[in-house]
T-cell receptor, first 116, second 114 residues
Framework: AQKVTQAQTEISVVEKEDVTLDCVYE???????LFWYKQPPSGELVFLIR??????QNEISGRYSWNFQKSTSSFNFTITASQVVDSAVYFC?????????????FGQGTILTVHP | GAVVSQHPSRVICKSGTSVKIECRSL??????MFWYRQFPKQSLMLMAT?????????EQGVEKDKFLINHASLTLSTLTVTSAHPEDSSFYIC??????????FGPGTRLTVT
């Protein structure tokens, strides 16, 4: 069975601080996909990134960066120079491949609060 | 990017009534749609997988007679909560799988049962 663990339930930072959200996953599949979503108070999920299991390159998109390490089954997310608008719940998720693609197992979520 | 809509966005109903939630893929065909449920301050849990033209596959612990799913066309899946009770109050989100490794979430439907 697949499992995603986000050990940090809540994180509070002051604007301009860097913050890292941790994600650890478990799967028996050799091919799988990892995601990060942002959920603002409106509830709508905002897609941030997708990574497949064969691509361990780190990725940077503006203030966001992701560190994928298969050796430790982790897919951590870092926000550099955080802003108040980054305040939201962030979910890490795992999907099987093939015909089960899109069937996501979500982590518990991390509530990020960025104070001015 | 591709768009998935849900209707209604919010619904309040009385205990014992049934509520239908629609999930539509607006600019692509979705052979598979997924329904998730999110209780307040909790994570999203997969309820069922809906395939066009066939019966939905429900996750363990989800009552299929209570949560009726119909995927009658390549752009529409519906979730009907039958005989709703206050404990069914939740945020319901669908996602639609389009091309081979593409999937998009709808904006969600907030159900309140009084």
């Amino acid at each position: 069975a697949q499992k995603v663990t986000q050990a940090q339930t809540e994180i509070s930072v002051v604007e301009k601080e860097d913050v890292t959200l941790d994600c650890v996953y478990e799967t028996r599949d050799t091919t799988y996909y990892l995601f990060w979503y942002k959920q603002p108070p409106s509830g709508e999920l905002v897609f941030l990134i997708r990574r497949n299991s064969f691509d361990e390159q780190n990725e940077i998109s503006g203030r966001y960066s992701w560190n994928f390490q298969k050796s430790t089954s982790s897919f951590n997310f870092t926000i550099t120079a955080s802003q108040v608008v980054d305040s939201a719940v962030y979910f890490c998720a795992l999907s099987e491949s093939g015909t089960s693609y899109g069937k996501l197992t979500f982590g518990q979520g991390t509530i990020l609060t960025v104070h001015p | 990017g591709a768009v998935v809509s849900q209707h209604p966005s919010r619904v309040i109903c009385k205990s014992g009534t049934s509520v239908k939630i629609e999930c539509r893929s607006l600019d692509f065909q979705a052979t598979t749609m997924f329904w998730y449920r999110q209780f307040p301050k909790q994570s999203l849990m997969l309820m069922a997988t809906s395939n066009e033209g066939s019966k939905a596959t429900y996750e363990q612990g989800v009552e299929k007679d209570k949560f009726l799913i119909n995927h009658a066309s390549l752009t529409l899946s519906t979730l009907t909560v039958t005989s709703a009770h206050p404990e069914d109050s939740s945020f319901y989100i669908c996602s639609a799988r389009g091309g081979f490794y593409e999937q998009y979430f709808g904006p969600g439907t907030r159900l309140t049962v009084t």
